[in-house]
Each structure stands twice: as structure tokens, then as C-alpha cells.
């Protein structure tokens, strides 16, 4: 049942979230020429079993445990859809990420290893190690942060790990009378009359639900097309499938969001959301307030495809939007109409770059002496759609993915570019770090899981075993030490793939028997040529061979890599891969109980871990 109601004003939508809706659509091949199709209203959760449902690994058996259904919202009537668009139109299609998900837990279990990560920079420091703030009364120090829950926090024992914008007393808050004082959203997110928003429909019990959460449960915050939920994966069967507060929104799409590590709490929790339509929402979950950000585009009109908070800045977030910009705003600070500083684009570019793809370009730099207003900092790295990034466990780099197929590395705190890898064939997807920062992942069009050294700047090997695009690579905190990674990959083609990582095991190919390996500081590669699916062939070669590894990791230097071939590289196998949806996979996580997958029309799903491997997990690895 769906009911839409307007007024004078504007046009507001009111959904009956009881009864399915079912709506007719076109379909020449179906008797009558029409297909009926229902669209649930509320999310439904069920526990398939059978072999179908278990992944076979060699630490056990992972089973189905919950299979989620988050329910896909109708459109909104000021919506123009089309029911049955062609293959063939130019008509502009909104962007789209399939279902994410952000996941929090209050109190956090360490994982079974502690890292140790050097400092690759040029001046070298003592080692670090990762230390995980047990409870809300800690102190929790400037230099200690976080990154999307793929790692712990990180704490420099021999030096304080610089902090973004540090240099620059305009990024400092002032301090008052209580020390700093620190904004908080004010509207009302339930009371809104925004047309913004379009419905918020928060839990009959919320205040309850939130009571009861268990400190160490799951909270889940996931998009589907205009709807974005809260939901407590921890709780009972019933109400798991029940949000605990849905929003609905007029026209924007929320595309990606994440969650402030830094500053949650019991009764805390900042996320951050971008949006198809530009704007950026930062919402408080417990005080259920919230405020917009590049409120109508006024700073860049390009949508969001990617935002992540920075490592352990409790106001700072970093935004990539479709236009290939990059921008640090903050939460805190009002925006205003943007113009670039910088009025010679060419100015910084390299002389070496390819005209298809040219050097990060600084619009504004973190240190301006301009910072009234937001952004922060822009830079301009790509003319294409940035797809993804990812901050190091370090806090030092940058790994940006870019729709035309490169790999870019990006001293953030010095803002520079040190390192550009390209794809075998087509964009790059996603991104990933170790947990300990050794090594990068990345997914693309070639249907390919990649692996970067950062100290060794260079390919790794290439992981063969989907059978289309990947949509999303991460690690598994759990299941890794020092010398071993364990590491998983969706795709479009529904599969799960877990892979187990030895630099010891990598075999190289025969053909590399009788090639010698020459250092990264005296080679210097012949320009190669690659065709890809989106341009035609451009050059890669080296800006500075007399650079060392560490002077050019460290930002001093830019080093354009060559297309690695596949006969010189070393494959990887998975060591399981299976079909795991009906639908493509747009998401995939791992927690200390379980790995969380999704897919991009709104299946979440629950795979509990063997239970000897998770009591096990810090011996036998």
C-alpha cells in the first residue's frame, strides 16, 4: 500500500512501509506484453542452509547464518523513471554504488596480532605499533586514528605521527574557557522540513533498542537507492530486520558514508554521507541531528562516489567526487562559493605525464592562508571518475583508484603525488591496505585482484579467478600476522574469493627464469604502450630514475611505473571461490565472528565463522 500526498509548498511523500507494492512494467516476452514486479516495503531477514549456503576453507566451514533483505524504496513522484530504459540512450543515468555498509562496534576486540609498521619516509623512525582504545574514559591523543575499521588505531612510539593541516594555525581550533569547543548539528532530523528529505521513520522502541545494544554487538548503517538505514545486527532474529531509524530522501542517493572511529562512543556516532546530488550530510545517530555540507553544490556540483573521514581528526573528511577532485572539508566550518587558487593549471604538472593523464593538481592547498570557509583543500588528480581510496595504517599515504585505470599513491600531509601505477586493462574499482601497511589491493575491470609492495614500489602479483569486474577488496584482520595475509574479493560476477598471501609462496612465470632483476633505483624501463578499453595507448615511463625508494615514496619525486605483462608477473590462485548471490556483490567485511557480504539490490548477508578457527584465531593462523 503507498500512499503520496502534496500541498502547496512542494511534494512530499508519505510510504506505508506494511503491504508490498506491485507495479507493472513493460516486458515484450512476458503474455500481454506486461510483467508485474513487487517491491517490499520493509526488510525481511531469512536462514537458507545447504551446501549452497557454506563456504569450504581450510580452517573450517563458514555457514549462512542471516540472509538480510533491506527493502528498496519506491521513487519518489517527483522522480522521472524510466521502467524500461534502452541500451542505446545518452540520456544522462544517475550514478549508482550498489548497497555499502558502514560497521561499528562500541567496544571493539583487538585483533589476535599487533603490527609493527616502519615509517617508509625518507627519514626513517622506530618502529610503530597499533594500540586500540578499550573504553570511552582513555585519552585519546592526536596522533592516534583510524581507517574504516580495517585496522586498529595507530600510535608512533618513537614519534608523534604528523597530523593533517598541523602546520597551519588557521586549522587549529580556538581554544575556550573549557579547552575546545567543538560544534554539534543542530536540525532535528525526525522534526526536518527540508525538501531534502523526503521521510524519516525511526523505530517505536529506538530509545529501548539503543539501551539494550550490546557493547560488543554490530550497528550497521547501509544506502539502498534513496533510502539509508540503522540496523543492529547483534540483536534478536525478529529485530534485526527491523532499522532502528530509516531515511528516506527526495531525490539524492546516498552512494557512500562512513563512520568517525575517533570520536564514537557508547552514546556517539558521527557519519558522514555523499550523495548523488553532491551534498554531504553529517549525521549524529543517537542525538538524530544532522547537517548539510556543499548544501546545493555550491562548492563542486560533481557527485560523491567515495568519502572517508581523516585519520584521527574528529571534524576533518575527505570527498571524491565524479569530476576527478578530491576535497577535504570540515564538518565544522560553513561553505561558500569555491574558486581555485591556483590559476596555472599547467603549472604543476609533469613534464613527463601524458597529456590523458596529468600529475594531483593543488586548487587549494591545506596550507592557504584562506580557510574562513570550506574546503579545506582540492586537488585535482584525474579527469575521470575517482572510484575509490583508502588511507594507509600509518596515516602518511594516500591510494587513489581511478575510473581510466591508474593507481595513484599521494603523500596526503605533503600533498604530493609519488607514485603512478597503472591497470593491466581498464579502470580500477577499489582499494585496500594491509593491515600493517606492507602491501595494496586493488580490484578493476580486468577482472583482476592486484597486489602493490609500497616499500618495493612495485606489482606484486596478479590474482586471477573472477569471471567479471570486481567491486570491493579487503583484508581480514583476523586471519593475518606477520608474514601471512588472508584477503577476500566480490564482483559482479556474484563470487566471494578468499586468497592467502606468503610473499615466500609467490611462484613467478618461467619466463623470468632468465631475466635479471635490476634495483628500483639504476632500472630504468623502456616506454610501453597499453590500449585501453576507455582511451588509446599512452606511455608510462619513469620521471626521475636517480630517486630512491624512499625519497620518492616519501613525496620528493614522481615515479610513473610501466604496464607490468602478465608473463613477467606472478599469479595468485584463490583458495576458494564460490557463487554466493543471485545478484552482483557491491560489498564485503570482515569482523571477529563472522564476514559480511552484500549485494547491489540489497541482500546482506551473515557468514559465521568456524567457531575452532575463532577461538583459535590468535595461535593457529
Keep these: 500500500m503507498a500512499c503520496y500526498l502534496s500541498s502547496a509548498v512542494g511534494v512530499r511523500s508519505i510510504l506505508i512501509e506494511q503491504l508490498p507494492i506491485f507495479i507493472h512494467v513493460y516486458n515484450p516476452n512476458a503474455p500481454g506484453g506486461m510483467t508485474t514486479i513487487a517491491l517490499d516495503t520493509s526488510n525481511t531477514i531469512g536462514h537458507p542452509s545447504g551446501p549452497e549456503y557454506q563456504l569450504a576453507v581450510g580452517e573450517g566451514i563458514y555457514i549462512l547464518q542471516d540472509d538480510l533483505h533491506l527493502a528498496t524504496p519506491l521513487p ?13 540512450s545518452t540520456a544522462p543515468v544517475r550514478p549508482t554504488t550498489g548497497v555499502r555498509i558502514s560497521l561499528s562496534r562500541t567496544n571493539p576486540r583487538k585483533p589476535p596480532h599487533l603490527y609493527k609498521i616502519a615509517n ?59 579547552g575546545v569547543k567543538r560544534k554539534k548539528p543542530k536540525t ?41 538505514q540503522w540496523l543492529d545486527l547483534s540483536s534478536n532474529n525478529e529485530s534485526k530486520a527491523q532499522h ?12 557512500c558514508h562512513d563512520i568517525n572511529l575517533f570520536t564514537k562512543g557508547p552514546s556517539h556516532l558521527d557519519i558522514i554521507m555523499g550523495a548523488s546530488t553532491a551534498d554531504i550530510m553529517w549525521f549524529e545517530a543517537f542525538s538524530q541531528k544532522y547537517a548539510r555540507i556543499n548544501k546545493n553544490a555550491v562548492i563542486n556540483p560533481s557527485p560523491i562516489y567515495q568519502i572517508r573521514w581523516l585519520p584521527g581528526s574528529e571534524n ?34 609533469s613534464k613527463g605525464s601524458s597529456p590523458a593523464h596529468r600529475p594531483l593538481h593543488v586548487n587549494k592547498s591545506l596550507n592557504s592562508r584562506n580557510q574562513k570557509s570550506n574546503p579545506v583543500a582540492s586537488w585535482k588528480i584525474s579527469n575521470h571518475r575517482i572510484n575509490d581510496f583508502a588511507f594507509s595504517p600509518d596515516c602518511r599515504h594516500l ?47 580486468d577482472d583482476l585482484v592486484s597486489i602493490w609492495s609500497l616499500s618495493e614500489r612495485r606489482l606484486v602479483a ?13 583484508f581480514d584482520p583476523w586471519r593475518c600476522d606477520e608474514r601471512n595475509y588472508r584477503f577476500g574479493s566480490v564482483g559482479e560476477d556474484r563470487r566471494l574469493l578468499l586468497w592467502d598471501f606468503n610473499v615466500g609462496m609467490l611462484h613467478r612465470p618461467k ?38 625508494a624512499a625519497e620518492s615514496v616519501d613525496g620528493e619525486g614522481l615515479l610513473e611505473h610501466p604496464v607490468e605483462s602478465r608473463t613477467r608477473t606472478a599469479e595468485l590462485p584463490p583458495v576458494m571461490s564460490k557463487i554466493i548471490d543471485e545478484d552482483p556483490m557491491s560489498w564485503l567485511g570482515f569482523e571477529e565472528d563472522c564476514v559480511v557480504t552484500a549485494c547491489v539490490k540489497g541482500h546482506v548477508r551473515l557468514w559465521k565463522r568456524p567457531q575452532e578457527a575463532v577461538i583459535s584465531s590468535g595461535l593457529n593462523v
Design 511 to 548: 619466463a623470468l627464469s632468465v631475466r635479471q632483476r635490476a634495483s628500483i633505483s639504476s632500472y630504468a624501463p623502456p616506454a610501453l604502450a597499453r590500449t585501453r578499453a576507455e582511451s588509446q595507448a599512452t606511455m608510462r615511463f619513469r620521471s626521475n630514475s636517480n630517486l630512491t
Design 316 to 349: 576533518l573528511f575527505l570527498a571524491a567526487h565524479m569530476d576527478g577532485t578530491l576535497i577535504v572539508y570540515d564538518k565544522e566550518r560553513d561553505d561558500a562559493t569555491f574558486v581555485p587558487e591556483e590559476t596555472n593549471p599547467l603549472a604543476s604538472f
Design 462 to 474: 596478479r590474482c586471477p579467478g573472477h569471471h567479471s569486474w570486481v567491486s570491493c577488496v579487503a
Design 188 to 228: 532535528n532530523i525526525v522534526k526536518s522540513n527540508s525538501s531534502f528529505i523526503s521521510r524519516v521513520m525511526p523505530h517505536e522502541a529506538m530509545t529501548k533498542r539503543i539501551h539494550e545494544h550490546n557493547p560488543e554487538g554490530l550497528f550497521a548503517f547501509a544506502n539502498i537507492n534513496r533510502a539509508f
Design 244 to 255: 532502528i531509524i530509516k531515511i528516506l530522501f527526495t531525490k539524492a542517493h546516498m552512494l
Design 399 to 445: 591510494a587513489v583508484v581511478t575510473e581510466d585505470g591508474y593507481l595513484q599513491i599521494i603523500a596526503y600531509l605533503n600533498e604530493q603525488l609519488t607514485d603512478i601505477y597503472p591497470s593491466y586493462y581498464g579502470g580500477f574499482i577499489c582499494v585496500c591496505w594491509s593491515p600493517d601497511g606492507k602491501y595494496i589491493l586493488t580490484g578493476g575491470q
Design 76 to 88: 519518489h513522484p517527483s522522480e522521472h523513471t524510466n521502467a524500461n530504459p534502452s541500451p542505446l
Design 120 to 178: 617508509l619516509g625518507s627519514t626513517r623512525s622506530n618502529l610503530a605499533t597499533f594500540s586500540i582504545k578499550e573504553s570511552e574514559k582513555e585519552s585519546r591523543s592526536s596522533h592516534e586514528t583510524s581507517n574504516d575499521g580495517q585496522h586498529a588505531h595507530f600510535a608512533n612510539t618513537a614519534g608523534r605521527t604528523p597530523v593533517f593541516g598541523e602546520d597551519n594555525a588557521l586549522l587549529t581550533p580556538a581554544l575556550g574557557k573549557d
